[in-house]
């Protein structure tokens, strides 16, 4: 990185948090400070609910999916614009009528005091988790790239959330979230054009579409009704809506955000106006994915991204067999750019060249076999093998101009800081409001519970650097935060739409279907996904979502009907 680079990215950074604490210092009371006094209009409230999912771990990890496994993952979000217009229809006017700081909330006055703990628990747990991983998650990447020290960034990403989180609230998020999305997406539109540009003179964008779909890259849709097939169509309309219904519907992390509309019209709007873009906009990020892996027909391309790994091997015994491995995969390269130039060219005057095509295919499996055993290599030094989250940030630190390599850092960072910030926030208020304040005995003043939300919102920014601190890499992060996601959701969307829908089960019976349901999601998650580290799951981590509402509801249901036929 050279010193514009530091100044871009340092005065992006700092702009964000000065102008997040300023603008909206001096909270005077509760709703001020957790709902933003209600004075959020549509465009800020999608925009939020939009950067607040959009963590570093998108921009970080899903040019690096799309990279490896082609255009795919998009199905996971097809359940999202579903989803967005039935809590539109159903549970914004609820919330909004019932007057609520959290959605958990709600749960007592439909049910009772314990339900609506255990909700508010589940999401605590869950988001606790996730707020941990949006820190870890771009600060041991750049930690790696750039020989930062790990713990130091994940300290400097937690604190510079905290002071404008602390400081402002809801309010403070939804004004900061403006201004990183348009950071975000400005880097972004930059780095595609740029790859575009790289591309040799005789590749079209349309010729690298079909360089792409040929090595399997643009395989968008996939019907099969295989439930271990992590991403499908099928997949995607039901896990996918079930998890983003759960998500959008009943976390408070995105029900704050919608929470502080002006008006139910206001949060409505927010959340359509998410739903119509978010697909979009993954669609987009994965093509970005997908150009890299163009890009990278035509340039050096080593055997793994990730440059700890890479290092770990290049100091130990397999040293030689690495290099020799190296060799390989330079020399399938060399031909294989020959070979993809000679199809574009062929392309460019209408010929699909079915001859240059099958050596295409042979020529990337054969690639394909040279980084199995590169992996398996890298695995018996015990380190990580995955570098899916590495592909798109060593592209912008070999291949962008001085000047973008800082902005592009600023994108990751302040993507980070997004969704942190929205996840601190939320963890805070539910920490006050359903648990602390549920629980007082005694009456406490507005101001008092200002301080207390500020103070959990501390407390929870420690807690989630302490957790980046001593996590490990598990799993490609994007997915290993929807597989968190996953794994709690379930249970606690199920809860609610017994609130909503089946208004003659009682407390007591959702309260012991929602325990049994998550427990039963926990063997079900350990038997059949989480000892399938390949991917290559009896079920695909998407089902759970429905799994979970579904036991929810029935075991509910259950319940309620045994205690009336004992009475």
Known sequence: MQILDWIILGSTLLFIVAYGAWKTKGSKDVKDYILGNNEAKWWTIGISVMATQASAITFLST???????????????????????????????????????????????????????????????????????????????????????????????GVLVIIYTVSGGTKAVNVTQKQQMFIIMSGMFIAFYLLLSYLPSEVTFSNAL????????????????????????????????????????????????????????????????????????????????????????????????????????????????????????????????????????????????????KRMIALNEKEKNVKEKAKKIITSLNQEANDKDYVFIHFVLHYLPTG???????????????????????????????IYKRNLKTVKSDNHYVTASKFFTLVWGIIAILFACFGTLVENLIQLVNIIGSVFYGTILGIFLVAFFLKFIKGNAVFYGGVISQLIIFVIYYQCIHIYPSGKEILGYLWLNAIGAALTIGLSALIQMMQKNNT
Not at 262 to 272: F, H, P
Request: hydrophobic residues 50%.
């Open 404 to 434: 973008l390599v800082g902005l592009l850092l600023a994108v990751i960072l302040s993507a980070a800081m997004s969704s942190t910030a929205s996840e601190l926030n939320a963890l805070s208020s539910t920490t006050v409001i359903d």
């Open 63 to 157: 040019p690096g999916q799309a990279y490896h496994d082609g255009m795919g993952f998009v199905q996971f979000y097809f359940g999202l614009p579903l989803a967005m217009v039935f809590i539109a229809l159903f549970f914004i006017p609820i919330y909004h009528k019932l007057n609520v700081y959290t959605a958990y909330e709600f749960l007592e006055k439909r049910f009772d005091l314990k339900t609506r703990s255990l909700a508010a628990i589940l999401f605590l747990i869950q988001r606790g988790l996730a707020a941990g991983i949006t820190i870890y998650a771009p600060a041991i990447i750049l930690s790696s790239i750039l020989g930062w020290n790990l713990n130091w960034l994940n300290v400097i990403i």
């Open 210 to 357: 079909q360089i792409a779909g040929v090595n399997e890259k643009m395989n968008l849709l996939d019907f099969s009704v295989n439930p271990n097939s992590r991403y499908t169509f099928w997949s995607g309309i039901t896990g996918g809506f079930f998890l983003a219904l759960s998500y959008f519907g009943t976390d408070q992390s995105q029900v704050q955000r919608y929470l502080s509309g002006k008006s139910i019209r206001e949060s409505q709007l927010g959340l359509l106006f998410n739903g119509f873009l978010k697909v979009p906009m993954q669609f987009f990020i994965l093509l970005t994915g997908v150009m890299v892996f163009v890009f990278f027909q035509f340039m050096p391309v080593p055997l793994t991204f990730n440059p700890t790994s890479q290092k770990a091997v290049e100091q130990s015994i397999y040293k030689e067999e690495y290099q020799n491995l190296t060799l390989q995969l330079n020399e399938i390269h060399e031909e294989k750019k020959v070979i993809t130039l000679n199809y574009a060219e062929q392309l460019n005057i209408d010929v699909d060249n079915p001859t240059l095509r």
